[in-house]
Every structure is written in structure tokens, then in C-alpha cells.
């Protein structure tokens, strides 16, 4: 089963991959490649 139409799931993989490291800012995951924010997510 896809989660995202097209190719978005193996980019979004693929980005996970090169996360390492992550911070907390305003409520906000943010997680990091180096020091490049490369994902944000937020609570609902």
C-alpha cells in the first residue's frame, strides 16, 4: 500500500534516510540533515 500518490513515498524514505539529527522549535519537530531542517512537523 502507497501513503503518497506518485513517487512521494520513496522521497519521503529516502529523506528520513539522511536525517540525523532533530530539534524541537515553537512546538515543532523539526528533524535535520547536518544543519539543513529538512521536515517539520506540527501537532494537530
Not at 15 to 42: S, W, Y
Request: some cysteine.
Amino acid at each position: 500500500m502507497m501513503l503518497c500518490p506518485g513517487d512521494g513515498e520513496s522521497v519521503y524514505y529516502a529523506t528520513l534516510d539522511k536525517i540525523n539529527n532533530f530539534n524541537i522549535t515553537d512546538g515543532k519537530l523539526n528533524l535535520l540533515m547536518d544543519d539543513v531542517v529538512m521536515m517539520t512537523f506540527k501537532k494537530q
